[in-house]
């Protein structure tokens, strides 16, 4: 029996979110671990290019102003009193970065500089060129190297322990090794980020598989407002990877097939510059229209000039040339709206808890809500750094005066060893994941995209339960030990059916038009019958569904308008 | 596109035959546009699930796919396949220096053991600012270049040094630690990081580098980890750290060719390594004098200026007009 391992604060998941709580709870005295499938500098908020938002006093800007183009951002969805709190500390947050070593691009007298960004009417957007994401997770992770905090790399999470109603620890597959491990913990704070992949084509990276939040399902826990997907409006033709807003923000056009600016059109003031989910929306009626080409709008840069872009936006070029063989220096880039974030997940306060006691979660896989039915661009880092920080100063506090929760610590792992060991010892017949993944993909992304209707949604919850029978035979070819990929694969794609579950039943429930959620059989927003958030827990027959009110504090929902 | 991609694999952890490595070879069919990783994920995912490879982002950000592609290390997705296929095949090896773990996977422990000797964070002396650090733009943009570096280990893979010697710090760490060397706001309050760039002028570190390109060659995100070798080399000197072989061969090096023109190849190494007060290293050199000398390959004693010499010495005397830095002890002043 080898030894047991256990932390008082163990994190799952080492992008931003999961690093700055791991940070911070070791800060706060806990005994503090993080474990993550991938090296920390893997992780998906690498992606991030375009910046962070704050708004800094000194600068003349208001948190408030931030507050407010947030909550409209959101179109009313957001929780007033978490976008309150994340707006405030942005600053700091913000400041914090700097001094741990990220190197922000400066203004003529040496301090941040900043571009504009999408939904917002003032430049706030902090950025490192266009690899702020990057530039952000690499220092976090220098930082973590500072912090003491002992790391498991490339370990992968196969269940969440709980003890009669208290989070007691996980159960993760050294990949290495492919040894099966138990890790107590007090307290677990999942920060696994979002589930894009579930979705055929979509920008995320292909870790992003809903671990997390598949993980706090299964065991009783709230997801929240997972109908709620971003489309992005500039990703690659062909292979779908993402053009970062930086290029509009630094004040590039999209333009149709006969060179029309078409967003004067869908918004007049803001043009470009609208919020995502009214660019992709417009972008997919031009494309639907016949005025696009191969299904695809341009994003034209060719009027920043070379320097600009060079200084600004040199890796999106680099990308354009790489994989689609164009230089956006000499000429426009085909894009279209691709599937890039979820504004939905699991349920939080404003400390980062959930409804399941000591689990905790942060970043793109928790809903606290701040980013309701759309996210500004940039704020989905700041959403990071100030959630993980807080969820990882509350776990430590949690903790400290509390023993480890006692249970069949044998027996459990046993248990998860057969479970495991009957998926690699299932014939080799039958569809594999990967052909299950794409299948699932491609329905999402057929029916449940940048519009919607009740009869496509209901196409895709048949092939969702259709897939989830498939699935229960799902064959693992590789029996190895070491580096099993084909394992691995299968046990993110059970995750990913369970998000798909809840975003197809949100998507079908809500009947409404809100921020991402387009429904043409409902085209309006319907402040009376759904201004409130979508709970989604796990049934028997599937996703069941309840209400909980919105949070607002002094902002009045009105019409939005860019 | 038909391809057949020839790939090296291995299972350490295996009985029997695939315990070593062995080439496999796969057909694949895939778009005139597609990346080497485009068709190693088909591969993963229609044919071979055993197949073991890391790979995340797809866009050349998150540094896990680096492997040897046709020999030399790169990105997989950052490879159009297409650019690279020799006779319909393109060979896929793991990368060099470090161990398989299997197939494609290699062993990163090395590679952020080294990461972590060069204390990559940063680490200001004294009181922070209460808002942000004023620097200028300039300065930032230059160490974007450095923090533009994803991680991948191209540079690892390929290194000549590390191939040997696996005590050298290598191109990855040494351009991280340029990170903070080269940033304002690390070391005291004129931005020099004195602590580094003793510690970095030690062996092991930047004077181990032999200058063989292969790092900026293989690097996928132009970080030119060789270049910032040799910056942190120039740093060092410049606050002193000369009395070290690398630096005191560099001055020797440069006086030698000031004075007559070209390089006396018999004072270089005796200059190098301190001259007649280091005993021990020209006892080192022995043997292989001896061996220069059985083979007719001993330099001249008699070292002969070039004709016109004195036009050197003014392109010298244009070019430098600093006088050396005095050589202090290599001991660290910080304990």
């Known amino acids: 029996?080898?030894?047991?391992?256990?932390?008082?604060?163990?994190?799952?998941?080492?992008?931003?979110?999961?690093?700055?709580?791991?940070?911070?709870?070791?800060?706060?005295?806990?005994?503090?671990?993080?474990?993550?499938?991938?090296?920390?500098?893997?992780?998906?908020?690498?992606?991030?290019?375009?910046?962070?938002?704050?708004?800094?006093?000194?600068?003349?800007?208001?948190?408030?102003?931030?507050a407010y183009d947030t909550i409209k951002g959101s179109d009313f969805l957001g929780d007033q009193d978490a976008i309150e709190v994340m707006c405030r500390q942005a600053g700091a947050s913000l400041i914090d970065m700097e001094h741990m070593g990220v190197t922000f691009n400066r203004?003529?007298?040496?301090?941040?500089?900043?571009?504009?960004?999408?939904?917002?009417?003032?430049?706030?957007?902090?950025?490192?060129?266009?690899?702020?994401?990057?530039?952000?997770?690499?220092?976090?992770?220098?930082?973590?190297?500072?912090?003491?905090?002992?790391?498991?790399?490339?370990?992968?999470?196969?269940?969440?322990?709980m003890e009669d109603g208290q989070a007691a620890g996980v159960i993760a597959l050294e990949i290495r090794t492919g040894e099966l491990h138990l890790i107590r913990a007090k307290s677990v704070i999942l920060a696994t980020g979002g589930c894009g992949r579930l979705f055929e084509p979509s920008t995320n990276a292909l870790i992003v598989t809903g671990d997390g939040m598949g993980l706090v399902y299964n065991a009783g826990g709230q997801l929240m407002d997972m109908e709620m997907v971003q489309y992005h409006p500039t990703t690659l033709a062909g292979s779908g990877v993402l053009i970062s807003e930086a290029a509009r923000g630094e004040g590039a056009y999209l333009r149709d097939k006969d060179g029309n600016r078409f967003m004067e059109r869908y918004a007049p003031n803001m043009m470009e510059l609208a919020s995502r989910d009214v660019v992709s929306r417009a972008e997919q009626t031009e494309i639907n229209g016949g005025n696009g080409v191969d299904g695809c709008v341009y994003l034209d840069c060719t009027h920043l000039g070379e320097a600009l872009i060079m200084e600004k936006l040199s890796q999106i070029r680099e990308i354009g040339i790489d994989l689609a063989g164009t230089d956006m220096i000499r000429e426009p880039i085909p894009i279209r709206p691709g599937m890039h974030y979820i504004m939905g997940g699991i349920k939080t306060d404003i400390e980062g808890r959930t409804n399941l006691n000591g689990v905790y979660a942060a970043g793109e896989c928790a809903n606290v809500s701040v980013h309701g039915g759309n996210r500004l661009g940039a704020n989905s880092l700041l959403d990071t750094i100030v959630f993980g920080e807080r969820s990882g100063n509350h776990a430590s506090e949690f903790t400290r005066d509390m023993s480890f929760p006692e249970f069949d610590i044998n027996g459990t792992l046993n248990r998860e060893r057969r479970r495991i060991q009957e998926m690699l010892d299932r014939p080799e017949n039958g569809d594999r994941w990967s052909a299950i993944r794409r299948e699932m993909g491609e329905s999402m992304n057929r029916n449940v995209a940048v519009f919607r209707n009740e009869e496509g949604i209901e196409e895709?919850?048949?092939?969702?339960?259709?897939?989830?029978?498939?699935?229960?035979?799902?064959?693992?070819?590789?029996?190895?030990?070491?580096?099993?990929?084909?394992?691995?694969?299968?046990?993110?794609?059970?995750y990913m059916l369970d998000c798909a579950d809840t975003i197809a039943v949100g998507a079908l429930d809500r009947k409404e038009s809100r921020g991402a959620q387009f429904r043409t059989d409902y085209p309006e927003r319907n402040d009376e019958e759904w201004l409130h958030h979508i709970v989604l827990t796990k049934g028997d027959g599937g996703p069941i569904t309840s209400e909980l009110p919105v949070t607002i504090t002094k902002w009045t929902p009105e019409e939005r308008k860019y | 596109m038909d391809v057949t991609i020839r790939v090296?694999?291995?299972?350490?952890?295996?009985?029997?035959?695939?315990?070593?490595?062995?080439?496999?070879?796969?057909?694949?069919?895939?778009?005139?546009?597609?990346?080497?990783?485009?068709?190693?994920?088909?591969?993963?995912?229609?044919?071979?699930?055993?197949?073991?490879?890391?790979?995340?982002?797809?866009?050349?950000?998150?540094?896990s796919c680096a492997m040897r592609i046709n020999g030399h290390a790169g990105l997989a997705c950052k490879t159009i396949a297409n650019t690279v296929v020799q006779d319909g095949v393109i060979t896929v090896e793991p990368a060099g220096v470090m161990p398989v773990v299997k197939d494609l996977v290699v062993n990163f422990d090395m590679f952020w053991e080294k990461i972590e000797a060069v204390d990559p964070f940063l680490k200001h002396m004294g009181r922070e600012p209460d808002g942000e650090y004023i620097v200028s733009n300039d300065a930032m943009l230059h160490l974007s270049g450095v923090t533009s570096c994803i991680m991948c280990g191209a540079c690892v893979s390929d290194c000549t040094v590390l191939e040997v010697d696996p005590t050298f710090l290598g191109p990855a760490a040494l351009a991280k630690a340029y990170r903070f060397t080269a940033d304002p706001r690390d070391g005291d309050s004129d931005g020099v990081s004195m602590e580094r760039l003793w510690a970095l002028s030690e062996p092991t570190g930047v004077w181990d580098c032999t200058r063989c390109n292969e790092c900026v060659q293989a690097c996928p995100k132009g970080v030119a980890p060789m270049d910032r070798i040799m910056a942190i080399r120039e740093q060092a000197i410049q606050q002193g750290y000369n009395n070290n072989n690398g630096a005191r061969h560099t001055d020797a090096f440069t006086e030698s060719v000031a004075h007559s023109g070209?390089?006396?190849?018999?004072?270089?190494?005796?200059?190098?390594?301190?001259?007649?007060?280091?005993?021990?290293?020209?006892?080192?050199?022995?043997?292989?004098?001896?061996?220069?000398?059985?083979?007719?390959?001993?330099?001249?004693?008699?070292?002969?200026?070039?004709?016109?010499?004195?036009?050197?010495?003014?392109?010298?005397?244009?070019?430098?007009?600093?006088?050396?830095?005095?050589?202090?002890?290599?001991?660290?002043p910080f304990g």
């Open chain 1, 1 to 66: 029996m080898a030894e047991v391992l256990q932390h008082d604060v163990l994190v799952v998941g080492a992008g931003l979110a999961g690093m700055r709580a791991a940070i911070a709870a070791r800060a706060g005295g806990a005994n503090t671990a993080i474990i993550s499938k991938v090296h920390p500098v893997r992780s998906h908020s690498n992606a991030a290019q375009g910046g962070i938002n704050a708004a800094l006093l000194d600068r003349g800007d208001d948190w408030e102003d931030h």
């Open chain 1, 107 to 161: 203004d003529d007298d040496g301090r941040l500089g900043t571009r504009a960004f999408g939904g917002q009417r003032r430049a706030r957007t902090f950025f490192v060129g266009d690899f702020t994401g990057q530039a952000l997770l690499h220092v976090m992770f220098e930082q973590l190297i500072k912090s003491g905090v002992q790391r498991y790399e490339e370990w992968f999470v196969t269940a969440l322990i």
């Open chain 1, 460 to 494: 895709t919850i048949d092939d969702l339960h259709q897939l989830r029978r498939r699935y229960e035979n799902v064959p693992v070819h590789n029996k190895g030990k070491n580096f099993n990929t084909d394992l691995i694969f299968a046990l993110e794609l059970g």
């Open chain 2, 8 to 63: 090296k694999r291995q299972d350490p952890e295996a009985d029997g035959e695939h315990r070593l490595p062995y080439w496999q070879e796969y057909p694949v069919t895939i778009a005139d546009n597609a990346t080497v990783l485009d068709a190693l994920i088909q591969i993963r995912e229609d044919d071979d699930g055993t197949l073991s490879l890391r790979c995340s982002c797809r866009s050349a950000i998150c540094g």
């Open chain 2, 262 to 332: 070209r390089l006396d190849e018999l004072r270089l190494p005796i200059k190098s390594v301190g001259g007649f007060t280091n005993m021990p290293a020209l006892m080192d050199y022995m043997p292989v004098a001896f061996r220069a000398l059985r083979r007719g390959k001993m330099p001249p004693i008699a070292h002969k200026n070039v004709d016109n010499v004195e036009a050197v010495r003014r392109l010298f005397r244009q070019l430098e007009p600093d006088p050396p830095a005095p050589r202090v002890s290599n001991n660290s």
